[in-house]
Each structure stands twice: as C-alpha cells, then as structure tokens.
C-alpha cells in the first residue's frame, strides 16, 4: 500500500501501528494511518489512487452511491477506509503533534528495499498516542515509552 | 444509531437534534435514515436559512434520487440544487470515521492509572522488545508486512 502510494507520489507521513512497528514496537497492525498534506494537487493524486484501489467507508453499508474524488478529501478530514489493498485511514493533521506541515517535520525517513517514505518520529507518536487517550493507546504507549528508554 | 452517534456524524449538538426531532414528529430511535435526512435538512437550514419543515421535507425528496444532483424551484426562478450523491458520500465517511472513534460514553473518564505500573508488570515483553529494537526498521516492517499479506489471504 504504501508503494502504490509512493508510485502515485502522494506526499505522506506514516503514522500510528505501522509508525511504531518501524520503531520497534511489537504490536500487530493490520491497517495503515497516514497523514497526508491537504494541497489540492495531493488531494487529487491520493483520490486517483484511493478510486483505483476501490476505496470505500469502512463498516458502512455500500448500497448507497459513494464518490470519491478530491472534492470529498477536502471535506473529510478523517477516511476510514477499506480498500483492495488492505485497511487504510487518511487524516490531514494528528491530535497532539499538529496539521500536517509539522508532522512532516517531525518524520524521519525509512527505506524498505528501493522504497524511501516518512515516518512519525517515536517522539511525536508519543505525543500523540498520549493526546487520543484511548484506553485502547495505553499498551502501546507503554510499549512506545519504553523503546525510547530502550533507545535513549 | 444513538443520539451520541447522531450528533458526531451530523456535526449537531444533541439538544438540536432533540430538538428538531421533537418538532418534526419523529420518533428518538436515531434510525439511520432518519438521521441521514436530519443531517441533510439541518445543512439546507444553515446554507439558506430555511424552515426546519421545508428543509426536512426537501431533504425527504432529494434523498428519493441518491445518485443525482436534485433540483428544486420554478423555470425562471431560484432553484435549489442538491448534491445527493456528494452528501451521501460524506454521511458514509462520517459514519466510518464514528465507528473508527466511538462518541465518549456517559461516567467518569477512566483514569490511566495503569500508565503509571512498569511495562514489564503490564505484561509486555522487555526481553523480546529489546531482540526487536535491535533490528532494522527495514527488517520490522517486512516481517509486519508478511503478517498483513497473511491477515489478507484469510478474508473472505
């Protein structure tokens, strides 16, 4: 998923499970959180490639239509999506760290193979597991504190 | 759907959701639909002022054609265009994104005291999360991916 993004050269951070999977939490994930920049010519790219994978609101009855293109972006500050790929939610700013510009900042580079993306650094997703508050977060974020103990 | 649910995918408050039930002789069960259409006639009284009844009755109409732009008015005249298939696009985004963040439920916020306990007395795995840092990014996450892929081939 996050190749096929790359190849659409959709501008974009990783955050969330899979952001902590690559510090070195041992969680599994099974769906991917990004951030992206909200410009209009990303919000164009990330909804051709969003309609190409058949992208649609996850846990939602689908009988109604759904349209997907940079227009509904704008509008939705959150997708909660399902897609051909695998389970993919798309956010424009992070609660605890900022609207994307700064979370861009605060992302470090990853290579997997040929593939260079962004991730959120341990830092932030600290800061930001500990502003969800979701009693879901508390596993992770202890895990998340103490790799940074572990990396200290 | 509960009045908790109603009010984050309609953007409302609860006491205007309340309220504009009340008024239009619908029953506070927040079924889907009627939440749907509430959501709807609640942007057509904020986009053109209009009366909670007209705008419910509109709403009621457009959402007979889901997959057109609906209008309404006189040849010659202002007309009302709806964008039904775009407004149903974001109702379906709002209800994803309400699943994915359920609304706080009633009673006190719980207290995370656990945050305050050791991770190993929590039941995570020093041992093991140190063997994991010690490995490449890379290698974590093809091994997360290998997991995904798995996940994957199981779904119907």
């Known amino acids: ?152 | 759907m509960t009045l908790a649910y109603a009010c984050k995918v309609t953007g409302a408050p609860p006491k205007r959701i309340q309220n504009a039930f009340h008024l239009l002789r619908v029953g506070f069960e927040y079924r889907l639909e009627d939440v749907r259409r509430l959501g709807l006639a609640i942007w057509l009284v904020d986009s053109f002022v209009m009366e909670l009844n007209w705008a419910w009755e509109f709403a009621g109409e457009a959402l007979k054609s889901p997959q057109e732009v609906v209008r309404f008015g006189h040849p010659g005249g202002p007309v009302l265009e709806i964008d039904v298939g775009r407004y149903l696009s974001n109702f379906a985004l709002a209800c994803a994104a309400a699943l994915k963040n359920p609304p706080r439920t009633a009673g006190r916020p719980s207290r995370a005291k656990r945050l305050k306990m050791p991770p190993a007395k929590f039941g995570i795995d020093m041992d093991a999360l140190r063997d994991n840092a010690a490995r490449t990014p890379e290698e974590r996450l093809r091994s997360l991916d290998e997991n995904w892929k798995f996940v994957q081939s199981l779904r119907p």
């Open chain 1, 1 to 152: 998923m996050v190749s096929g993004l790359a190849e659409s050269e959709v501008r974009f951070v990783v955050i969330g499970g899979v952001a902590g999977v690559a510090h070195g939490s041992r969680r599994v994930t099974n769906d991917l959180d990004i951030c992206y920049d909200p410009n209009a010519e990303n919000r164009r790219r990330l909804a051709a490639r969003l309609g190409r994978w058949h992208a649609c609101p996850r846990g939602v009855e689908l009988s109604l239509p759904f349209v997907l293109d940079e227009v509904t972006l704008f509008r939705a500050p959150m997708l909660i999506l399902r897609t051909d790929e695998g389970d993919l939610d798309c956010f424009t700013g992070v609660k605890g760290v900022g609207t994307y510009d700064v979370v861009s900042a605060l992302s470090e580079p990853v290579n997997v193979g040929a593939l260079q993306f962004r991730i959120l650094s341990l830092a932030a997703l600290i800061k930001a597991k500990r502003a969800a508050g979701r009693p879901r977060d508390h596993e992770a974020l202890l895990e998340l504190e103490a790799l940074a103990k572990l990396s200290a």
